[in-house]
């Protein structure tokens, strides 16, 4: 039985289905008051009664029905795909052709709320629920555009309803929605956009030649005072930023002062996109003289040392500091605080996490760029320690062979020396790993280093001491097996 009890049940369903609209009152009043003060879940006996009030033609009953339906859902009191199973799709959906703007309202909450799983928002496209949604989306009331919107944003999770969207006209209608005076309307028609444009096909539709509309107001949005819309519209833009000549678009429409100003920001959200579209835009050589101006890489520094724990912004900055470095501006990258914000990260890294592997990653080639006095200056024994600690984890094999490669690459300096002596057994054990390491990278990288090494008299000692030179006399036999075999091979084919 239900909770709610038998008899009430029995008397709302006499109530709702009687043709005096009085008694239908008292039903639709019933729920309401259930839906407002009631916090238990419906039983789905009482989503029946729902079909008669949403249809009743007294617009007091489908002002309250809707309104107690919108609670009920918004509260998790319902199924939401129950809903849609028990036929109150069709109903709400003929309610957004209502002319009162309290029922409008409630109904496109109600599909809005209703859109959140895949099921339903197929059911809403077959039931031809785009068109009534973006009639509403022009709204003069902010109430229904808001919904209607927000309805709009969660059907675009579906890539089967971004089609019927874009065929029913969607894409301008949105576009001029991010010119609403409403931050709320502008999220949801931007965020809307966004997933649409992670969808490359329909870009060409975005953004034809002949009208830049939408990527100069995104581009405008970056500056607003509503965090999640600046956000939003970075995502957007970074979806959309596929091809060179988009970019080039986006920078000659000064993206990257707005860009530059986003990373300062308070909000995560905000610095966590704007870095995003930041390291698509330096991917492409076109862009990265642009961006590695003194003022940038100062930020990107900044940034690092300033939310060193973060792996979105380190992953990123790595990235973008990385794709700069094989520009003819690495000289900046290393006079800028890049560089010490960069080896600070590492401290503060965890070794899972894929943002270790792009600071590693970076750091290896600045130093193969001739980057290492710069680094040394930075260089104590925590930095150090941390660098033998992963050159030692041969289970995170890039992290690994990038450190030991970093390390290689400041053999030599006098005071990386003697951090390098407090580490001699662990410098030592990574060494033996690398020498036996079935990658040829690994073994190169391990001789190299020893070679380095053994200049120093401590380390010369230290290494006649231990099985180094045993190590490498069978990684010479092995070669030289190797090149006997191939010599062969060779002469075979030859012949």
């Known amino acids: 039985m239900s909770p709610i009890g038998r008899d009430p049940l029995e008397a709302l369903r006499t109530l709702a289905f009687s043709e005096n ?4 009152q008292s039903a639709a009043l019933y729920y309401l008051h259930m839906s407002q003060h009631m916090n238990i879940s419906l039983p789905v006996e009482h989503l029946e009664p729902f079909y008669a009030l949403l249809r009743s033609a007294d617009l007091e009953v489908q002002q309250m029905s809707s309104l107690s339906l919108v609670n009920f859902l918004l509260e998790g009191n319902i199924d939401k795909e129950l809903v849609v199973q028990m036929g109150l799709l069709e109903p709400i959906l003929d309610l957004l052709e209502s002319e009162d703007a309290t029922v409008q309202c409630n109904s496109c909450a109600c599909t809005m709320t209703l859109a959140v799983s895949e099921s339903n928002r197929e059911a809403i496209g077959a039931a031809q629920g785009l068109t009534p949604l973006l009639s509403l989306a022009n709204s003069y009331d902010p109430r229904v555009q808001q919904n209607a919107v927000g309805a709009i944003l969660n059907l675009t999770q579906s890539e089967k309803i971004q089609q019927v969207l874009c065929k029913e006209g969607a894409l301008p209608v949105l576009a001029l929605l991010l010119e609403s005076p409403d931050s709320e309307v ?21 953004l034809r030649p002949s009208n830049r509309f939408l990527l100069r107001t995104l581009i405008s949005l970056l500056s607003s005072s509503v965090d999640k819309v600046s956000s939003q519209a970075c995502v957007c833009l970074r979806n959309l930023a596929t091809s060179v000549d988009i970019q080039a678009e986006m920078v000659a ?4 002062p707005k860009l530059h100003a986003l990373l300062a920001s308070g909000s995560e959200d905000v610095r966590r ?16 003289d642009t961006l590695a101006c003194a003022e940038l890489l100062q930020s990107l520094g900044m940034l690092l040392l300033a939310h060193k724990t973060d792996p979105v912004i380190v992953g990123h900055t790595a990235c973008i500091i990385k794709n700069l470095s094989l520009s003819k501006n690495r000289q900046r990258i290393i006079e800028s605080p890049c560089v010490e914000g960069l080896l600070q990260t590492m401290l503060s890294t965890n070794t899972e996490e894929d943002s270790l592997h792009y600071v590693t990653s970076c750091l290896a080639e600045l130093a193969k760029q001739g ?3 710069h680094m040394v200056q930075w260089m104590n024994e925590p930095l150090t320690k941390c660098l033998v600690r992963l050159a030692g984890q041969l289970e995170h094999t890039e992290p690994s062979f990038q450190a030991a490669s970093i390390i ?12 390098l002596k407090r580490h001699i057994r662990d410098i030592q054990a990574y060494l033996k790993n690398f ?11 391990g001789i190299s280093t020893f070679c380095r090494l053994r200049e120093d008299p401590e380390f010369l ?16 036999q092995q070669t030289e097996e190797t090149q006997e075999l191939l010599r062969a091979a060779i002469c075979q084919e030859d012949s």
Not at 21 to 24: D, V
Not at 273 to 288: F, G, K, M, R, T
Not at 408 to 419: A, D, F, S, Y
Request: aromatic share 6%; hydrophobic share 45%; net charge negative.
């Open 21 to 24: 609209p009085g008694l239908q």
């Open 186 to 206: 502008q999220y949801y028609s931007c965020a809307a956009l966004s997933n649409v444009a992670a969808n490359v096909q329909y870009h060409e539709a975005m």
């Open 253 to 256: 429409e000064d993206v990257l």
């Open 273 to 288: 996109a704007s870095i995003a579209l930041l390291w698509i835009l330096s991917e492409h050589p076109h862009n990265q």
């Open 371 to 373: 980057a290492t006095l």
């Open 408 to 419: 290689q690459h400041m053999i030599g300096h006098e005071k990386m020396m003697l951090l």
């Open 435 to 445: 020498l036996t390491h079935r990658e040829i990278r690994f073994q190169q990288l």
């Open 461 to 476: 000692l230290e290494f006649r001491e231990s099985q180094m030179a045993k190590l490498l006399e069978q990684l010479r």
